[in-house]
C-alpha cells in the first residue's frame, strides 16, 4: 500500500520491449538506495516489482502487457520522468490516503492555470468514473494524493475534476512537465469501490 506522497522523481535510463511485456531502468537517489528484489515502488502511480538493482543508482521493473495496456508508461522513453514512492512500512506515518498503486483508467489534462503561487489543474475522467468522486474527497493522479477541489458533469459521461496543487507539489513531481492534452494515471479512492460494491449486493 501506497499514501501517496511522492519521494522523489526519477528518470528512465532503459526501455527494453519484451514478447510478454516491457522493462523499465529507473534512475533515482533516495528510492534506488537500499532498494531489494521484490520490492515495491509506485512508478507515476502504478504499483511494480523491483527485478533488478545497482543500489542507490537504479532499479528495474516488468509491465506484464495488460500494464501496458492499461497504462501510459508503455510510451515512455529514455528520459522520461517518473514519480516514485516506495510502500509504506507499518509504522509508518500516514500523510497522504489509501492509494493501492493499481490504476482505474487513462485521464487528460484539459486544463492548466497560475493563480499566484499556486496551480490549478484540470483534468478530464474516462466516461464512468466521475461517480467515484466527490468535491474535497480523494483522488490519486500520477501516483500523487491529491483533494478535489472542484467536480463538473458532464453529459457525455466525462466530467471534469479540478486540483489545487502547492508549488512544493509542483516543483517535486512530474506535474510541472505536464501540458495540455497529456495522459495522467488515475486511481479513485477505493473506499468509494467497495461502497458502491456493498450497495449493489444489498439491492440486487
Not at 533515482?28 to 527485478?51: K, M, P, R, Y
Not at 487513462?106 to 461517480?131: H, Q
Not at 493522479?141 to 502547492?166: K, Q
Request: charged content about 30%; hydrophobic content about 40%.
Amino acid at each position: 500500500m501506497f499514501t501517496g506522497i511522492v519521494e522523489e522523481t526519477g528518470d528512465i535510463v532503459g526501455r527494453e520491449r519484451t514478447e510478454d511485456g516491457l522493462r523499465l531502468r529507473i534512475a533515482a537517489d533516495a528510492v534506488a538506495t537500499g532498494v531489494t528484489h521484490g520490492q515495491s515502488i509506485s512508478v507515476s502511480g502504478v504499483c511494480l516489482t523491483v527485478e533488478r538493482y545497482d543500489d542507490g543508482a537504479w532499479f528495474e521493473v516488468f509491465l506484464a502487457t495488460e500494464t501496458v495496456e492499461r497504462t501510459y508508461l508503455g510510451d515512455l522513453g529514455e528520459g522520461d520522468t517518473v514519480n516514485l514512492e516506495r510502500a509504506m512500512p507499518a509504522d509508518g506515518r500516514f500523510d497522504g490516503h489509501i492509494v493501492q498503486g493499481h490504476v482505474d483508467a487513462v485521464a487528460t489534462v484539459s486544463n492548466i492555470e497560475s493563480v499566484e503561487e499556486d496551480w490549478f489543474f484540470e483534468f478530464e475522467l474516462p466516461a464512468g468514473y466521475g461517480r467515484y468522486v466527490v468535491e474535497k474527497g480523494s483522488i490519486t493522479l500520477d501516483g500523487i494524493s491529491l483533494t478535489v477541489a472542484d467536480l463538473e458533469p458532464s453529459e457525455d459521461g466525462r466530467d471534469r475534476v479540478t486540483v489545487a496543487i502547492i508549488p512544493t507539489t509542483y516543483e517535486l513531481t512530474t506535474l510541472s512537465d505536464k501540458t495540455v492534452g497529456d495522459p495522467i494515471h488515475l486511481e479513485v479512492d477505493v473506499l468509494s469501490k467497495y461502497v458502491e460494491r456493498l450497495l449493489e449486493s444489498r439491492f440486487d
